[in-house]
């Protein structure tokens, strides 16, 4: 649906998934305030505003901005930091801090920021993980903040729906970002952790970026007005099976 009066909102959109985001909006039409900590690409259509989404200078930059673009139908928190590995026993308190700050306040308060702007009708669309669902091994902060900002979107689903706005999630799975393929190629044995990988899925591949913007937008439009409250796996099967893609044993 081709809305040209539409305006988004996505944050960490330089790259990866958000700026896959804000490409598919910019491509149909919308007005786009991408957001992120170092200047995201000019797309045609596009704002960008330098911001850290963690302090309320970088929000307030977002919201001054969101307000000369004319008004926010859709906002998308997409921005994460993902840099503070560690298990329970080892993970440091800055990188706990930084990891919660990020992934899990800064939604709670920008969407509470620009809610002024957001007219009945809106919608915001928080990014998780499938590390909100379950856990993985060694990387407990990452694992706990998305595992509220799935609970978190559903408390902003209940709190926001008297003001007419819905809030959704997605949860992806291993997605073909430069960070995710990144890591691939600086592995010691590059196809062999690609194929691991990609034998998380039931479908045996990593998602595209595209793919996780596609039902980001989806989520956001007026296809689905009777959805609010909903984490949605983009995972192609990854939680499927409590087997990691039901691989025979
Ligand atoms: P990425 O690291 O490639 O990009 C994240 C962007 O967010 C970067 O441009 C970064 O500068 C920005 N950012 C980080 N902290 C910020 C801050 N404080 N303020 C503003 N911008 C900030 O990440 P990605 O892989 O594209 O992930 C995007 C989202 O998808 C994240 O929420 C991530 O947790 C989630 N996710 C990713 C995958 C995956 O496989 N890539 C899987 C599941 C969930």
């Excluded at 690409?41 to 704002?47: E, K």
């Excluded at 034998?199 to 990593?206: M, S, T």
């Excluded at 793919?211 to 296809?223: D, H, K, M, R």
Aim: no cysteine; net charge neutral.
């Amino acid at each position: 649906m081709t809305d040209a009066s539409n305006g988004v909102v996505v944050t960490g959109a330089a790259r990866g998934i958000g700026r896959a985001i804000a490409e598919l909006y910019a491509e149909r039409g919308w007005r786009v305030l991408s957001a992120d900590l170092s200047l995201p690409p000019n797309l045609r259509g596009q704002r960008r505003v330098k911001a850290d989404v963690s302090t309320a200078a970088g929000r307030e930059r977002i919201v001054r901005a969101a307000r000369e673009m004319g008004g926010v139908q859709v906002l998308v928190n997409n921005a994460a930091f993902q840099g503070a590995h560690g298990s329970v026993l080892d993970v440091s308190e800055r990188g706990w801090a930084r990891t919660l700050n990020v992934n899990l306040t800064a939604p709670l308060l920008l969407t509470r920021a620009l809610v002024d702007l957001l007219p009945r009708g809106a919608a915001v669309v928080n990014v998780a993980s499938v590390q909100g669902l379950f856990a993985e091994p060694g990387n407990a902060a990452y694992n706990a903040s998305k595992g509220g900002l799935v609970n978190l979107t559903r408390a902003m689903a209940l709190d926001l729906a008297p003001h007419g706005l819905r809030v959704n999630a997605v949860a992806p799975g291993a997605i073909s970002t430069e960070a995710v393929l990144q890591s691939i190629t600086e592995s010691d044995d590059p196809e062999q952790t690609r194929q691991d990988y990609e034998d998380l899925h039931a479908l045996r591949r990593l998602g595209t970026p595209r793919e996780v913007a596609q039902v980001v937008y989806f989520l956001g439009s007026e296809e689905a007005a009777f959805m609010t409250g909903a984490i949605v796996p983009v995972d192609g099967g990854m939680t499927a099976s409590f087997m990691m893609a039901g691989r025979p044993v």
